[in-house]
T-cell receptor, first 115, second 114 residues
């Protein structure tokens, strides 16, 4: 257990479904992230939240909708996904301070399959 | 953030030292070198980071050349559980620089053989 917990670990959903991925950290970190990792590709940053404010959206399609209600929780709401959205979705947190960001902590990921 | 270049794959015998190189010739003065690893289908795990000086922790050592244009991650006694993709990432310090992003490249697939 890394201190960043993601649920569910595996998810199979149809293209017309709506589902949500959940991430929770109790490390006292003030920044949280969603990354996507497709098969045999590098990790792609999707969203960044600093102090609950979204500071980065890397041209992610609107069928992915993040939500950060507080500094400990991060959600990724999914709707009308495509099969090519099947991937490992990773959440991470870090403590962003003025001297640099040390030691991002990642969750174990949610393996998403869109059918 | 500066670009890094790593070999796509390396092999190492169990019990021997694994030396993973990384080139970052365009690194600037305020950029740190970070190393992470990702065991198959798990989240990346932080290993070590450094700015100029060599660093050592319980997992590994990081050797940064004097001109800071390259570095080497050393796993002193590799085990089968060290088989993973290793990422070398260069990133500036501070919130004002590109937010808090950590950009991953292709990394090096290290395979530790029995």
């Amino acid at each position: 257990e890394t201190g960043v917990t993601q649920t569910p670990r595996h998810l199979v959903m149809g293209m017309t479904n709506k589902k949500s991925l959940k991430c929770e950290q109790h490390l006292g970190h003030n920044a949280m992230y969603w990354y996507k990792q497709s098969a045999k590709k590098p990790l792609e940053l999707m969203f960044v939240y600093n102090f609950k404010e979204q500071t980065e959206n890397n041209s992610v399609p609107s069928r992915f909708s993040p939500e950060c209600p507080n500094s400990s929780h991060l959600f990724l709401h999914l709707h009308t996904l495509q099969p090519e959205d099947s991937a490992l979705y990773l959440c991470a947190s870090s403590q962003a301070d003025s001297t640099g960001v040390y030691g991002y902590t990642f969750g174990s990921g949610t393996r998403l399959t869109v059918v | 953030d500066a670009k890094t270049t790593q070999p796509p794959s390396m092999d190492c015998a169990e019990g021997r030292a694994a030396n993973l190189p990384c080139n970052h010739s365009t690194i600037s003065g305020n950029e740190y070198v970070y190393w992470y690893r990702q065991i198959h289908s798990q989240g990346p795990q932080y290993i070590i980071h450094g700015l100029k000086n060599n660093e050592t922790n319980e997992m590994a050592s990081l050797i940064i050349t004097e001109d800071r244009k390259s570095s080497t991650l050393i796993l002193p006694h590799a085990t089968l559980r060290d088989t993973a993709v290793y990422y070398c990432i260069v990133r500036a310090g501070g919130l004002k620089t590109s937010g808090s992003r950590l950009t991953f490249g292709e990394g090096t697939q290290l395979t530790v053989n029995p």
